[in-house]
């Protein structure tokens, strides 16, 4: 006899209690609700667990089966596939919370040594740089940069018209640029 044949006599003996109704309900069910999870998840040892919660909600939850809305093949494997999208979804929240929490968590190796060796180099080349400027430009750019002047008032405070002024600062920062990017380094020859 079929579980669907004697459904809602199977599980009210199981709503009561009686082990032996729900063996009969287990083999019959067992297949359909472990391959229904199975297909959800697609992990045979996760399949397993889940296939187990389905059986004791089914067990604890006898009482509430109603005849009226559904098999109880209908029944079992709605509890499966339910509990099956549970778990996939506690393992994407499980893993989201692990990478939110590992990103909070990085830091990027800091090396101060090199960072520090690396700003005196930087500090170095800017110094060559402005070395090679005019004294006019330079005067102009320390005066700008360094100083917090405007054009405006560079040009009162240098007794300069305020066109010169705007040129020596256009023409010293080209040259800097010029002065500090990287020079391409020549192709080896081939021996």
Do not use: N
């Not at 109880?72 to 509890?79: G, M």
């Not at 999208?85 to 939110?100: C, N, P, Q, Y």
């Amino acid at each position: 006899m079929t579980v669907e044949a004697c459904g809602g006599e199977l599980v009210a003996r199981v709503a009561r209690g009686e082990r032996d109704a729900f063996e009969a309900l287990y083999r019959h069910l067992l297949g359909p609700v472990g391959a229904a999870v199975r297909r959800v998840l697609r992990d045979r040892a996760q399949s397993e667990e889940v296939v187990q919660e389905v059986f004791l909600e089914l067990w604890r939850t006898a009482d509430r089966y109603r005849p009226d809305r559904g098999s109880v093949h209908a029944w079992a494997l709605t509890a499966a596939h339910h509990r099956a999208v549970d778990r996939v979804r506690a393992a994407r929240a499980g893993a989201e919370r692990e990478r939110t929490a590992a990103l909070r968590e990085y830091r990027p190796a800091y090396d101060s040594v090199a960072t520090e060796a690396e700003r005196r180099l930087e500090g170095r080349a800017v110094r060559a740089a402005l070395a090679a400027l005019a004294p006019a430009q330079r005067e102009a750019l320390a005066l700008a940069y360094w100083g917090g002047c405007t054009q405006t008032r560079i040009a009162a405070l240098l007794d300069t018209p305020l066109g010169t002024v705007k040129s020596r600062v256009r023409d010293g920062l080209r040259r800097l640029r010029t002065e500090l990017e990287p020079q391409p380094q020549p192709e080896p020859r081939p021996a």
